[in-house]
Structures are given as structure tokens and as C-alpha cells.
């Protein structure tokens, strides 16, 4: 059996896409938001996740990821508040950060943990284009408080990699692996 160690709706519906049947379980792991390494911190975290549920589950297979956004050698989390989801939106305005997603396999004598790295880079954006996509898109459970699936053409001006990566786990790599 396949199990996602993740409470995010958006990975379900990535991992559905895969047509692979699986279950969700949420994972009780305390999660890094620094290190030395910013781009491995997200590797750290869905290895923790994945090996929480693991230990419950030992003998299926579990999927664990954990998204960031680096920006300016800082790791950007999800706002608290909207006045802090705007602050956060203005600051990447005209300017370009990373997506990073770790993902962590786990089955019976495999540990496959990876990373995929987007860039993305914004519009200009004024505080009127702000604060119209924050009345159409709740974005106080996104890291970098948007969603690019979700009017991301009004803030995003491109982005590299898959953009299922953005949105939290990277399919192609994913579904590669799984097909083994």
C-alpha cells in the first residue's frame, strides 16, 4: 500500500493524478525552518514525515514532501496574517525566488529522498493587483501566501520546472520512481 504523510489537499490531488491508489496519513514530525543549507531544509522535513509514518506502516510504501520558498537567503513560510500574506506578496514583486520540494520514498529497503528547485519570478505588482488576488484566492495556508494554480497568471511572470513542483510535489520524478 502507498501512503502520502501529508495534511495538504493540494498533494492528494497531485498524487491522484498518478492514478496510484494510496491513503493519507498525517504525519507528527517537527519540522525545520532553517539550516545551513536552506535548499535542503525541505529534504529534512519530508524524510521526517515520511519515517514518522513509516514507523507506524514499516512494511508499505510512504510518500513524504515538504515545500519552501527561499527568497533572499531566507526561508519564506505561510502568513498568519493577510496584512502579513501582503507584505510577503509586495516584497517578491518584479523580483524572482525559489520553490524547492523534498520528497522522501519510503518502502521495505529503500530511502529515495530528492529535491526539485523552481524558479519563479513575479510581476510588478501593485498594491491594488495584491489585494485583488488576496480577495479571490485564501492563501493563509501557502507558504509565500499564493498559489500559482490558482490566478497565478495576475502575480507570476514565469517559472521554471514542472508546475506541479510549485504547487508541492513533483510528479514527473515521482511517478518515474513509482513505475519501478
Do not use: C
Amino acid at each position: 500500500m502507498i501512503i502520502l504523510a501529508s495534511k495538504s489537499p493540494r498533494r492528494r490531488e497531485l498524487l491522484g493524478r498518478l492514478g496510484v491508489d494510496f491513503t493519507v496519513e498525517t504525519a507528527d514530525a517537527k519540522e525545520a525552518t532553517t539550516g545551513s543549507d536552506l535548499f535542503a531544509v525541505p529534504q529534512e522535513n519530508a524524510l521526517a514525515k515520511a519515517r514518522a509514518v513509516a514507523a507506524k506502516h514499516p512494511a508499505d510504501t510512504i510518500i513524504g514532501a515538504d515545500t519552501a520558498i527561499i527568497f533572499e537567503g531566507e526561508l519564506i513560510g505561510k502568513p498568519a496574517t493577510l496584512a502579513e500574506a501582503k507584505k510577503m506578496l509586495l516584497r517578491f514583486s518584479g523580483k524572482q525566488h525559489f520553490v524547492v520540494t523534498g520528497v522522501a520514498l519510503l518502502a521495505p529497503g529503500k530511502e529515495i529522498v530528492w529535491r526539485e528547485v523552481s524558479q519563479v519570478s513575479f510581476k510588478v505588482l501593485t498594491r491594488e493587483a495584491v489585494e485583488r488576488y488576496l480577495a479571490a484566492v485564501p492563501v493563509l495556508d501557502k507558504a509565500g501566501a499564493y498559489a500559482i494554480q490558482s490566478h497565478g497568471d495576475w502575480i507570476v511572470e514565469s517559472y521554471t520546472n514542472e508546475i506541479e513542483n510549485i504547487i508541492g510535489l513533483p510528479l514527473k520524478k515521482l511517478g518515474e520512481i513509482l513505475a519501478r
